[in-house]
C-alpha cells in the first residue's frame, strides 16, 4: 500500500536561502500534518490542513509557510533559513473524522550551513 | 530492521467502558517509548513518556505499560469519555533523537 510520501528527503541550503519541501498523502487523504524535529529534541507540530484549508497551528515560524493543494499535497515553504532550521520535517495524512489514524512520513533532512 | 506496530489498528467502545491498545517494538538501540493522542487535523499531544527501568505510569485515566523484555508497550484507558475518540500513536525514541512512528490505533467513543 502506498505511504506518506516526502521530497526531498536530504536537502542542503545556506542561511538566508529558501527551501520548500514536498509532501504526498495517502490516496483518498483529505489532511495533512508538517513537524519539525530538531537535533536531540522532540517533534514539533507545525500546521496542519483539512480539505486544503489550515485546520491547525503550531510552533510554526512567520517566516515557514505551507499549504494543501487541490490533489491534496502539500508544501511547506521555508525562507530566510537560519542555522537553527536544520531538522528532520516530518509530514503526516489521515482521513478526517474522530479517531481516524494518522500516518507519517520518513521526513526530509534539511540541512542550513 | 526498526518497526513499530499497533495494535488493533481501529477501535469502538462504548462510553464509560475501558480499553487496552497494544504496541510492539523492534528498535535498538532503546531509549524511551511515547504514547501520543492526536486528534485529526490537530497536533499531537504526548501523554506518557517511559524509560527503559519503568514499568507503569499513569496520567489521569491513562496507564501506560512497558515492558523492556518482550518489547511491548500497552496503553489502558478508563471509563472512556467520548472525548477519547482520536488516534493513539505509539512512538520508540531510538539512540539520541531518533524517532520511529506505529502507525496508530484509531478509538470510536460511541455514546
Known amino acids: 500500500a502506498a505511504g506518506v510520501i516526502q521530497s526531498p528527503r536530504h536537502l542542503i541550503k545556506e542561511k538566508r536561502e529558501t527551501a520548500t519541501l514536498k509532501c504526498y498523502p495517502i490516496?483518498?487523504?483529505?489532511?495533512v500534518y508538517w513537524y519539525q524535529q530538531g537535533p536531540g529534541q522532540d517533534p514539533q507540530f507545525l500546521i496542519s490542513f483539512y480539505e486544503k484549508m489550515q485546520s491547525d497551528k503550531g510552533s510554526i515560524p512567520d517566516r515557514f509557510s505551507a499549504q494543501q493543494f487541490s490533489d491534496y499535497h502539500s508544501e511547506l515553504n521555508m525562507s530566510s533559513l537560519e542555522l537553527g532550521d536544520s531538522a528532520l520535517y516530518f509530514c503526516?495524512?489521515?482521513?478526517?473524522?474522530?479517531?481516524?489514524?494518522?500516518?507519517f512520513g520518513e521526513g526530509s533532512w534539511l540541512t542550513v550551513v | 530492521k526498526n518497526q513499530v506496530e499497533q495494535s488493533p489498528q481501529s477501535l469502538i467502545i462504548l462510553e464509560g467502558k475501558n480499553c487496552t491498545l497494544q504496541?510492539?517494538?523492534?528498535?535498538?538501540?532503546?531509549?524511551?517509548l511515547r504514547w501520543y493522542k492526536q486528534d485529526t487535523g490537530r497536533g499531537p499531544v504526548s501523554l506518557t513518556i517511559m524509560t527503559f527501568s519503568e514499568n507503569t505510569k499513569s496520567n489521569g485515566r491513562y496507564t501506560a505499560t512497558l515492558d523492556a523484555d518482550t518489547k511491548q508497550s500497552s496503553l489502558h484507558i478508563t471509563a472512556s469519555q467520548l472525548s477519547d475518540s482520536a488516534s493513539y500513536i505509539c512512538v520508540v525514541v531510538s539512540g539520541t533523537y531518533k524517532y520511529i512512528f506505529g502507525t496508530g490505533t484509531r478509538l470510536k467513543v460511541l455514546a
Open positions: 504496541c510492539n517494538y523492534t528498535v535498538s538501540p532503546f531509549s524511551n
Open positions: 490516496p483518498r487523504h483529505d489532511t
Open positions: 503526516a495524512s489521515s482521513l478526517a473524522g474522530a479517531g481516524n489514524t494518522i500516518y
